[in-house]
C-alpha cells in the first residue's frame, strides 16, 4: 500500500474536528485525521517503512478548491494558440485590443478568432459592425467573442464561412440582430447564436483537444481547484475527454452540465461517468449579461454616454431569452428525467420567471433533494433568496463582478441597484448552501480573491458596494469547499478533508481562517494533489521518508 503522512497545520473545513495535526492518505484516500499520533497510529505495519512524511512547516494544509461554475473544455480552447487572447485582465488598452485583432488578421488569412471584448473596461473601443469589420479585414472571416460570452461580432466572411444570412431563421434563445431591411448586422446574441460564428474557427483545435484540456486542468491546479463544474458541457466531447484522459491524464475532476434544448432529453443515462468525470446536470440561460444590455430587470439601465455606446435607448431594460412556457417545456423534460437544473439568471425579472416555473416543477414531480441551480443573480435580490431557498434551489454567485466591474455596475450602468449586486450574504442569510465562481475564461481562476471579495465587497479601486454586506470568513471558505462538492452532488467524495473522501488536497502558504480578507485574497497555492497524486508544485515542502 501507499501512504503519505502530512503532518502540520490543516484545515479540514469538517464541521466535526476543523482543525488538525496531521492527515494521513492511503491510496488516494484519507484514511486519518487528527494528531500525529491519531494519524501515525492508523499506519498498517507494512506501511511504516516506505511511509513519505511530509512536514509543512509554516503552510498549511487545506481540501481542494471546487470551481462549481467554470467552462473548462470551452476555456481550454479560448486560451489555446487557436483564439487570439484579448481579454481586458490581459489586454487593458484598447489600442492594444485593436493591434492584436489587426496583426492577427495579416497573419491569419483562413480566419481570426477573438475573446475578450469588454469596453466597459477597455475604454475607447466601440462595438465592431458587419460593415466595419468587412472594411477592416475584406475577406478574412472574423469572429470577436465578447468578454461576457453573450456576444459575438463577425463580418460577412465569417457569416458565409458559418452558412448565415438573411432568411437563417434564429436558434431557440438565441438572436442574429438584423437591420431595418432584414440583413444580418453582424452581431450574434446568446450561445447557440454565438456558437454558430465561433464554431468554423475553433475546428482545428480539436485536433489537438486532449492537449488543450490537459493544459487548462494544469492551469486549475496552478489555482488549488481540483473540480469544475462545466456549465457548457457538450457530451459529443465526451470521447474526446477519454483520449485526454489516457493520454495525457487529468489534473482535476469535472462534473459537466449538458446544454439545453427546447423539447430535448439528455444524451446520456443519469448514472455516467465516474468520480472523475460525470455528467450531472443541464443548463440552461434565462437571461443574458449585464454588459451587453440583457439582463431582464426590474430597473432600467442608467442613461449616460456609455449605456448609449453600448446601443441602449433611454429607459432600457433587458429581456428574457427564453418566455416562462418555453422555460416550462424545458425545466419539465429534463426534471422528468431526473436532471439536476442549472439556470443563468442575472436579473430579479429572470429569476421571478425561473422561480415561478421551477415552483411548478418541483410541485409536479414532488422533487425534494434536486438542488436546482441559479447561475450567477447579480440581481437577485434577499427575498428571492428567500423564497429559492424555501424551494431547495441554490445559488452559484459570481461574486468576482464586484471587483473588476464595481464602478462600472453603480456609475454606469445600473445606480443604487449596482451597489447591491452579487449579494452573496443575502444567499447565506436565507439558508442557502451558496458557493462563487470565476466563469470560465470571463475572469481568472482566482477563487480565494473571491472569498476576499464577498467578504469585503471591494472593487479593483478600494470602492465598497454597500449595498449589500460582506458574507463570514467561513462562508466565505465554505462557498469554494463543501457547499461547492454539495451542490455538484459530489459531497460524500470531495469537499472537506475527512476520512473516506478522496485525498484531494492542497498546500497554502497562509492560514486562510487567521490572515485579513486583503491577506486571503494574495494566497499562494504552493502544491496540488488529486487523489493523493502530486500535481503541482510551486514550492517544495519537506519530505522524508
Not at 461554475?69 to 489586454?91: M, N
Not at 431563421?169 to 460564428?197: C, H, K, Q, W
Not at 491524464?249 to 468520480?275: C, F, H, I, K
Not at 430579479?348 to 441551480?373: G, K, N, S
Request: one cysteine or more; a negative charge.
Amino acid at each position: 500500500m501507499n501512504a503519505t503522512l502530512f503532518v502540520g497545520a490543516v484545515v479540514t473545513m469538517n464541521d466535526a474536528t476543523p482543525q488538525a495535526g496531521a492527515v494521513l492518505v492511503r491510496d488516494g484516500r484519507i484514511a486519518a485525521v487528527g494528531s500525529e499520533d491519531e494519524a501515525r497510529a492508523a499506519l498498517e505495519p507494512d506501511e511504516i517503512a516506505s511511509l513519505e512524511v511530509i512536514e509543512l512547516g509554516d503552510r498549511v494544509l487545506l481540501p481542494g478548491l471546487i470551481e462549481p461554475h467554470g467552462h473548462p473544455t470551452s476555456s481550454a480552447v479560448l486560451l489555446s494558440d487557436h483564439v487570439v487572447d484579448i481579454r481586458p485582465v490581459i489586454v487593458p488598452d484598447a489600442g492594444d485590443v485593436m493591434r492584436l485583432i489587426t496583426d492577427a488578421i495579416a497573419q491569419r488569412p483562413g480566419g481570426v478568432l477573438a475573446n475578450g471584448w469588454d469596453p466597459l473596461l477597455q475604454r475607447g473601443l466601440q462595438d465592431p459592425t458587419r460593415e466595419s469589420l468587412d472594411a477592416l479585414a475584406g475577406d478574412v472571416p472574423v469572429v470577436i467573442l465578447h468578454n461576457s460570452g453573450h456576444t459575438a461580432f463577425f463580418n460577412s466572411a465569417a457569416a458565409r464561412l458559418a452558412g448565415l444570412d438573411r432568411d437563417t431563421p434564429d436558434p431557440a434563445g438565441s438572436s442574429y440582430v438584423r437591420d431595418e431591411a432584414g440583413d444580418l448586422t453582424g452581431v450574434a446574441l446568446e450561445t447557440a447564436a454565438v456558437y454558430s460564428v465561433v464554431g468554423p474557427l475553433i475546428g482545428g483545435a480539436y485536433a489537438e483537444f486532449g492537449a488543450l484540456v490537459a493544459a487548462e486542468l494544469r492551469r486549475a491546479s496552478a489555482a488549488g481547484v481540483t473540480t469544475l463544474g462545466d456549465l457548457s458541457w457538450e457530451p459529443d466531447r465526451a470521447p474526446l475527454i477519454g483520449a485526454a484522459r489516457a493520454t495525457f491524464g487529468l489534473t482535476a475532476r469535472l462534473r459537466g452540465y449538458e446544454m439545453s434544448r427546447p423539447g430535448g432529453s439528455a444524451s446520456v443515462a443519469r448514472d455516467n461517468g465516474d468520480d472523475l468525470v460525470r455528467q450531472i446536470g443541464i443548463k440552461t440561460w434565462a437571461d443574458g449579461s449585464p454588459w451587453v444590455g440583457n439582463v431582464a430587470t426590474s430597473f432600467s439601465y442608467l442613461d449616460n454616454a456609455t449605456t448609449a455606446a453600448m446601443g441602449l435607448a433611454p429607459g432600457h431594460r433587458g429581456a428574457a431569452n427564453f418566455s416562462a412556457e418555453q422555460l416550462l417545456e424545458i425545466s419539465r423534460a429534463y426534471a422528468h428525467e431526473g436532471w439536476q437544473l442549472a439556470c443563468h439568471a442575472h436579473g430579479d425579472i429572470a429569476i421571478d420567471t425561473v422561480l415561478d416555473v421551477w415552483e411548478q416543477v418541483i410541485d409536479e414531480f414532488q422533487l425534494t433533494d434536486h438542488r436546482f441551480r441559479l447561475e450567477h443573480v447579480g440581481a437577485m435580490t434577499p427575498a428571492q433568496f428567500e423564497r429559492a431557498a424555501a424551494l431547495g434551489v441554490t445559488a452559484s454567485v459570481f461574486v468576482d463582478h464586484v471587483h473588476y466591474w464595481g464602478d462600472v455596475l453603480v456609475d454606469e450602468l445600473f445606480g443604487a441597484p449596482g451597489a447591491r449586486w452579487a449579494d452573496a450574504q443575502a444567499a447565506f442569510a436565507a439558508g442557502m448552501r451558496a458557493t462563487f465562481h470565476n466563469d470560465g475564461t470571463v475572469t481568472p481562476l482566482e477563487p480565494f480573491r473571491n472569498m476576499s471579495v464577498a467578504m469585503t465587497r471591494l472593487s479593483n479601486t478600494g470602492r465598497a458596494l454597500d449595498g449589500a454586506k460582506g458574507v463570514s470568513r467561513d462562508d466565505a471558505l465554505r462557498a469554494h469547499t463543501v457547499n461547492a462538492a454539495w451542490q455538484l452532488r459530489s459531497e460524500n467524495h470531495i469537499g472537506s478533508i475527512e476520512p473516506g473522501k478522496y485525498a484531494d488536497l492542497i498546500v497554502v502558504d497562509r492560514d486562510p481562517c487567521v490572515v485579513t480578507p486583503e491577506e486571503l485574497a494574495a494566497t499562494r497555492v504552493l502544491a496540488t494533489y488529486l487523489a493523493g497524486d502530486l500535481v503541482f508544485e510551486r514550492e517544495r515542502v519537506a519530505v522524508s521518508g
